[in-house]
């Protein structure tokens, strides 16, 4: 299986809004509302932001959101700050218990 | 306080064999999967397969088929990633990392809790 489709950069000045893309297949993206996505800082273990496409655990601020279009799945970071400069990536459920994740995008606050 | 604890740094020869640890506290270690990430230096999150602490089943992605061995041990709550005839490509970060069982195209809730990561050089 390929991972799935990411925008490699993205980027957005202090208290705009970015959106970020995550385009996989009817296999996977399209066939189960089993997106999740990740906060990846340089050096550190990835951060659980956003499950089942649009919930989000306890903790993360609700400037995280999630939505899911077909075989795309979104993630929109609003009211940007400073500390959400970091990798994200997005993970789907991919049939035969097995999951599949996006290449990652690089979010810049400029 | 839930915590993944892995082992530490490892240097290995082409052809050699690792195994990486992960021990689980704070929960109950039977009642989630553990899986294993990783991740090439400047590159991107690959997954790897999964454990299920309970009944030791595994699920492992194709492309490690043959090559990659999942264990646990649940007396000390300790899952284990072993993997074989390293390649140079091998080189990465290993995360294990936490979900709640999942089958048959439900329940899957993303990993959400990871250990340190474990750095695998592979080098001759």
């Known amino acids: 299986q390929s991972a799935l489709t990411q925008p490699p950069s993205a980027s957005g000045s202090p208290g705009q809004s970015v959106t970020i893309s995550c385009t996989g297949t009817?296999?996977?993206?399209?066939?189960?509302?089993?997106v999740s996505w990740y906060q990846q800082h340089p050096g550190k273990a990835p951060k659980l932001m956003i499950y089942?496409?649009?919930k989000r655990p306890s903790g993360v601020p609700d400037r995280f959101s999630g939505s899911k279009s077909g075989n795309t799945a979104s993630l929109t970071v609003s009211g940007l700050q400073a500390e959400d400069e970091a990798d994200y990536y997005c993970?789907?459920?991919?049939?035969?218990?097995?999951?599949?994740f996006g290449g990652g995008t690089k979010l810049t606050v400029l | 306080q839930v915590l993944l604890v892995q082992s530490g740094a490892e240097v290995k020869k082409p052809g050699a064999s690792v195994k990486v640890s992960c021990k689980a506290s704070?929960?109950?270690?039977?009642?989630?999967?553990m899986h294993w990430v990783r991740q090439a230096p400047g590159q991107g999150l690959e997954w790897m397969g999964w454990?299920?602490?309970?009944?030791?089943?595994?699920n492992y992605a194709q492309k490690f088929q043959g090559r990659v061995t999942m264990t646990r041990d649940t007396s000390i709550s300790t899952a284990y990633m072993e993997l074989s005839r390293l390649r140079s490509d091998d080189t990465a970060v290993y995360f294990c990392?936490?979900?709640?069982?999942?089958?048959?195209?439900?329940?899957?809730?993303?990993?959400?809790?990871w250990g340190q990561g474990t750095t695998v050089t592979v080098s001759s």
């Open positions: 990392a936490r979900s709640v069982p999942f089958w048959g195209g439900s329940n899957y809730y993303g990993m959400d809790v």
């Open positions: 704070g929960y109950t270690f039977t009642g989630y999967y």
């Open positions: 454990i299920n602490p309970n009944s030791g089943g595994t």
């Open positions: 009817s296999s996977d993206v399209g066939g189960y509302n089993y």
């Open positions: 089942e496409v649009s």
């Open positions: 993970n789907s459920y991919a049939g035969s218990n097995n999951v599949l």
